[in-house]
Each structure stands twice: as C-alpha cells, then as structure tokens.
C-alpha cells in the first residue's frame, strides 16, 4: 500500500500546481512610415496572467500597430 500511496500523492501534488514560464510580448509599431519592434518580458508568470498584460498593450498600441505574446 505504501508503495502505491507516495506516487499517487507526488502525481496529484505535481498535477495541482500551475505552471509558471518567462514570456515575451512583442509589439509591431509603425509611426510616421517607419517600423520598430519592442519586446517586453514577463518572467515567472501564469500564462493567463501573461496574455492579460499583453493584450493590455495591444489596446495601447492600436492605432500604431499591434502586440502578440511569443
């Protein structure tokens, strides 16, 4: 029994925690004819949390150009 018990548990303890990762938002702006690139990076953070942020600033940035989380 002890044997089947402490995977069960390690399995269910691994499969409770959420998964936390480094992600970048790119953002494409174009001003006055000319393109430019900016990267933000949001580190240790859920990947909801991740998008949220990035969407935020693709709604600051929409009239210049868009923003997408790689």
């Not at 995977?7 to 936390?20: D, Q």
């Not at 953070?45 to 868009?66: H, M, P």
Request: glycine share 2%; with cysteine; charged share 20%.
């Amino acid at each position: 029994m002890k044997k089947v018990l402490l995977p069960m548990l390690a399995f269910a303890a691994l499969t409770m925690t959420s998964c936390k990762k480094d992600y970048t938002c790119e953002c494409k702006l174009t001003m006055f004819g000319e393109t430019s690139t900016s990267t933000t990076l949001y580190k240790n953070v859920k990947k909801k949390d991740a998008e949220s942020a990035c969407n935020s600033l693709n709604t600051q940035a929409s009239a210049f150009g868009s923003c997408a989380l790689k």
